[in-house]
């Protein structure tokens, strides 16, 4: 019995918007643990109009940044499971939807420190008591959008409970938890 039934969309919806992540509904040998997972553009925040959902009253936020949908998609159903309010991260260059030229950018941010600029706006976190952060592993740590979010954003993260939450292609969390208490410190 096959796991993975072929050309299946997986599909979410975060505040009434759908979601994607067709790489779910490839066969195991076709998606290779994530490794090369193609984007199809969107979830890279192409059109520079990141999903957020903020209200009044939510004592929850989750706070995620997706190159191909998959933290994208768990973001999508943690807001469903917790009717947290919804943040996402935008990069003022977005990420190729082309994995090698996502991948030669990531490590030449990596090695150079210069982690990519943001175009957002975050809005108040007072009213929030738990933060739950959203990131894919690059490299076995955190994605370099996350890490730019927490650089300029992470004094808004005091006294909240932080929940991290992220995708990978089959070899774990890596240091992205540390990586986090080190920069929130």
């Given at each position: 019995m096959a796991l993975f039934k072929r050309n299946v969309q997986i599909t979410a919806k975060i505040?009434?918007?759908?979601?994607?992540?067709?790489?779910l509904g490839m066969p195991a040998l076709q998606w290779r643990n994530g490794y090369g997972v193609p984007s199809d553009g969107k979830d890279t925040n192409s059109q520079n109009k990141p999903?957020?959902?903020?209200?009044?009253?939510?004592k929850e936020i989750i706070i995620y940044f997706s190159r191909s949908g998959s933290t994208e998609l768990l973001?999508?159903?943690?807001?469903?499971?917790?009717?947290?309010?919804i943040l996402e991260i935008?990069?003022?260059e977005p990420y190729s939807g082309n994995y090698?030229?996502?991948?030669?950018?990531?490590?030449?941010?990596r090695q150079t420190e210069s982690y990519p600029?943001?175009?957002m706006s975050v809005p108040d976190l007072s009213q929030y008591d738990r933060v739950y952060l959203g990131y894919p592993i690059w490299?076995?740590?955190?994605?370099?959008?996350?890490t730019s979010f927490l650089l300029d954003y992470g004094n808004l993260l005091n006294q909240k409970q932080i929940v991290p939450f992220m995708s990978e292609g089959g070899y774990g969390q890596g240091n992205s938890v540390q990586r986090i208490s080190q920069i929130l410190r």
């Open positions: 505040d009434g918007q759908p979601i994607q992540a067709p790489q999903t957020r959902r903020l209200t009044k009253d939510a973001a999508a159903k943690l807001a469903k499971l917790t009717g947290a309010d935008v990069v003022d090698r030229q996502t991948l030669s950018r990531a490590n030449f941010e600029e943001l175009k490299a076995m740590t955190l994605s370099h959008p996350m």
